[in-house]
């Protein structure tokens, strides 16, 4: 009985992976393509999770986490782009925030001990002290710094990556490395979506 369940399963997240591929090849517009390709990247992790390797264990959380944050990020910038949105949204001015060190203090904190955590718990609590941070910070935008940031991650995702195969006593220290690149990508694309929400005066 399960054997059957696992096998429409897979059978499933085989079919999206094909349909959503299809539409990609298909596609002429470029935003729609950057989001197809995410949602294809949701059923391979699906494929992925269903195989149920040690490799998938490692792979899955992270492109999950990302994968969704793209998502979001891309259908703000769609919503903008076409002009489906209802009414402005502005992002909240906390001047009293704003004037002090205390949101970087407290997201500081709250980060740190997300990626101690780590799982699902840790990624709750960092991700609230990354919300945190970007409610209460100022409007200036420095998108180069954005990009900078979203690179040099993915490089310390992939070192972290070589140092599991190549030098797996050092375990931990990948382990951490891994979690702060995804973190740090994770922050780049909601500050993305920070700047679309951000109101025209």
């Known amino acids: ?78 919503l903008m782009k076409e002009d489906l949105q209802d009414r402005p949204v502005r992002i909240p001015a906390i001047e009293v925030l704003q004037e002090s060190p205390a949101p970087l203090i407290l997201s500081t904190i709250l980060i740190v001990y997300g990626i101690i955590l780590s799982g699902f718990t840790g990624g709750a609590v960092a991700g609230l002290g990354a919300l945190f941070f970007i409610a209460a910070r100022s409007r200036s935008e420095d998108l180069h710094l954005l990009e900078l940031a979203s690179g040099l991650s993915w490089v310390l995702w992939i070192a972290a990556f070589f140092v599991f195969m190549f030098l797996p006593e ?32």
């Open 170 to 201: 050092y375990w931990y220290l990948a382990l951490m490395g891994a979690a702060v690149g995804i973190l740090i990508k994770v922050i780049t694309k909601m500050s993305l979506m920070g700047v679309m929400w951000e109101a025209e005066p």
């Open 1 to 78: 009985m399960i054997g059957d369940q696992y096998s429409w399963g897979l059978l499933v997240v085989l079919g999206s992976a094909v349909i959503g591929f299809t539409a990609l090849s298909l596609e002429k517009d470029d935003l729609h393509r950057l989001l197809l390709v995410d949602l294809v990247e949701i059923a391979s992790i699906g494929i992925i999770a269903l195989i149920g390797t040690d490799l998938a264990e490692a792979l899955i959380l992270p492109g999950l986490v990302v994968g969704i944050a793209e998502i979001l990020a891309l259908s703000q910038i769609y």
